[in-house]
């Protein structure tokens, strides 16, 4: 799985958009961009993810650019609920090495604090 | 929609004593099941998972076992628990298809202490 870089935290306004970055400059042809968070003592959750289209779902969008080589997910309207530690993870789908191929492996991601 | 569910939320077992911990899954067949731990400020550990009843494949040697007897249950069990146990055990699952490793859904936790 391709490494990604992203801001250690981020503060955010309730009610205005959040947009976390992602650099994962090293991505290759069949790997997917994913987005999970992790709310404090709680298991992480699904956001998002996409390859280079652009995705929306209920909860966020993400944009990835034409090279691919970055990506940024946009929560509208933020809320105090979205105060998350947010995971931006590459990973080809269909490749599979073995066992640990199943392995999500988060790296520090963004810490985004919604202020009210 | 599919719902996870894992019991208890939390736990606290001495050293030495017997672990058993449940996650079901609801809303959907044939998922593939994983059990993660995260130990505090730490990233997540696969510990086992698996594609079907029965079938289980373990990620790292230790003192814990799993279990699938029902299409969504999956267990994780433990004869003797020891003090490096204690974490935040998860569990996850995704849809199965072959030769493909897709998003996984989480339940909710449960937080293991060992004393």
């Known amino acids: 799985d391709a490494k990604t870089t992203q801001p250690p935290s981020m503060d955010c306004a309730e009610g205005r958009a959040a947009n976390l970055p992602c650099n994962h400059s090293?991505?290759?042809?069949?790997?997917?961009v994913y987005w999970y968070r992790q709310i404090h003592s709680q298991g992480p959750q699904y956001i998002i993810h996409?390859?280079?289209n652009n995705e929306t779902n209920e909860m966020a969008s993400l944009i990835i650019t034409e090279d691919r080589k970055s990506s940024t997910l946009i929560l509208p309207h933020a809320t105090l609920r979205d105060t998350a530690v947010y995971y931006c993870?590459?990973?080809?789908?269909?490749?599979?090495?073995?066992?640990?191929?199943?392995?999500?492996?988060f790296g520090k991601g963004t810490k985004l604090s919604v202020i009210p | 929609s599919q719902t996870i569910h894992q019991w208890p939320a939390t736990l606290v077992q001495p050293v030495g004593s017997p672990l058993s911990l449940e996650c079901t899954v609801e809303g959907t067949s044939n998922p593939n099941l994983y059990w993660y731990r995260q130990a505090a400020g730490r990233g997540l550990q696969l510990l086992f998972y698996s594609v079907g009843i029965g079938q289980i494949s373990s990620e790292v040697p230790q003192n814990l076992s799993a279990s699938r007897p029902q299409d969504r249950q999956f267990i994780l069990s433990s004869k003797k628990l020891l003090l490096s146990d204690s974490g935040f055990y998860l569990c996850?699952?995704?849809?199965?298809?072959?030769?493909?490793?897709?998003?996984?859904?989480f339940g909710p936790g449960t937080r293991l202490t060992v004393l």
């Open positions: 090293t991505i290759s042809g069949n790997e997917y």
């Open positions: 996850a699952w995704s849809v199965r298809l072959a030769g493909a490793r897709n998003e996984q859904f």
């Open positions: 993870i590459v990973r080809d789908p269909t490749a599979y090495s073995g066992a640990g191929s199943y392995q999500l492996t």
């Open positions: 996409g390859l280079k």
